[in-house]
């Protein structure tokens, strides 16, 4: 049986994770940023302020909010033609079909929108899918959130039914934390609604402490059913930002039978600038894992452009430094954007 979550500042001063003398200064972050942490994830520190605790433990250092930061930074919003879905490339969606996660990550990219609602309403989820299935172009979609995996089996199983009655979908991609921040909910049932052709299952996990054996079997389960796994993993300074931690991440990962996909820029989330790496440090320790490790274990890093310009990888064809921290951004349909490192 899994341990209770954590929710909130008080819990967790209860729970020994933070000082009792810090939290009249963190009651402003709680107003502004929601705050949840699993008993997996509980179970995972190690030590205060370790890669696990920092990614879900608040800190006053969110309160900084810099100019360059956005309430949407990749632009879900610019590119919805309905509620709850992104149309941002020709073939493919975005549906959002909860705002609700086991987990609250303090660099998450929506983290101004999770939590506020539940699950999208009916007659929304039927305008998005009746969406879908009048753009015969698009032939995937991707359930993200929130996170789609917080919903029971029996709507999970629904959802996947009502997806393959539309001809031209060929893959549906659930991009989701619970196999490893809440590997009890991987169920039989749950796992028996995922089987199906055209369904990958993308697990975000930015470090190898996150990877007990629970997850490792909750992914094992999947992956014995054969469904397709990727992992997605943030950049994140002074979490994963070593060749040894990235390494680590993805030897584990493999070793759980999952293929490591993308390695995301951090993104320009409010009160996250205390997270985001430089691109040249993420372009030198991609360079420093080549060769160190085979292809097999090496994901693309890429930034999501700023204001849903789409994801490119952060090589020279896309991204040419300017000097002084400023980088010219090619998009995938060749525009141009400017980008700034954080300061130093």
């Not at 097999?296 to 849903?308: A, S």
Request: aromatic content about 6%.
């Amino acid at each position: 049986m899994a341990e209770r979550a954590i929710n909130g500042v008080a819990e967790m001063v209860a729970e020994g994770l933070v000082p009792a003398g810090s939290a009249a200064a963190l009651r402003p972050v709680e107003e502004a940023f929601r705050i949840r942490m699993t008993g997996a994830m509980r179970g995972a520190v190690a030590a205060p302020d370790d890669a696990v605790a920092r990614q879900f433990v608040p800190s006053v250092a969110e309160l900084t909010i810099r100019d360059e930061e956005l309430g949407d930074p990749i632009g879900d919003e610019a590119h919805s033609p309905v509620k709850g879905l992104t149309h941002r490339y020709p073939d493919r969606v975005i549906l959002h079909v909860t705002k609700t996660c086991e987990v609250y990550c303090r660099f998450c990219f929506r983290r101004e929108a999770v939590g506020e609602e539940g699950s999208l309403p009916e007659a929304d989820l039927v305008a998005a899918l009746d969406y879908v299935a009048v753009n015969p172009a698009i032939r995937e979609v991707i359930l993200t959130g929130g996170d789609p995996l917080v919903l029971s089996a029996r709507r999970i199983k629904g959802l996947m039914e009502r997806l393959s009655s539309i001809a031209h979908v060929d893959v549906v991609r659930i991009h989701t934390r619970i196999p490893v921040v809440a590997p009890e909910k991987v169920t039989p049932e749950m796992v028996a609604a995922l089987r199906g052709a055209g369904v990958w299952v993308v697990v975000h996990t930015n470090h190898s402490q996150e990877i007990g054996a629970a997850a490792e079997a909750a992914l094992g389960w999947l992956a014995d059913a054969g469904i397709p796994l990727l992992s997605q993993s943030v950049l994140l300074r002074g979490i994963n930002d070593s060749v040894a931690a990235l390494e680590g991440l993805f030897r584990r990962l493999v070793g759980c039978r999952v293929k490591p996909y993308y390695l995301h820029h951090c993104d320009l989330a409010k009160g996250t600038g205390h997270f985001r790496t430089t691109i040249a440090e993420g372009q030198a320790l991609m360079a420093g894992l080549r060769g160190r490790i085979s292809g097999t274990l090496i994901p693309t890093y890429v930034l999501d452009i700023p204001g849903g310009f789409g994801k490119v990888p952060l090589v020279r064809d896309h991204a040419e430094p300017l000097g002084d921290g400023l980088w010219r951004i090619t998009d995938w349909r060749g525009g141009l954007h400017l980008y700034r490192d954080p300061e130093r």
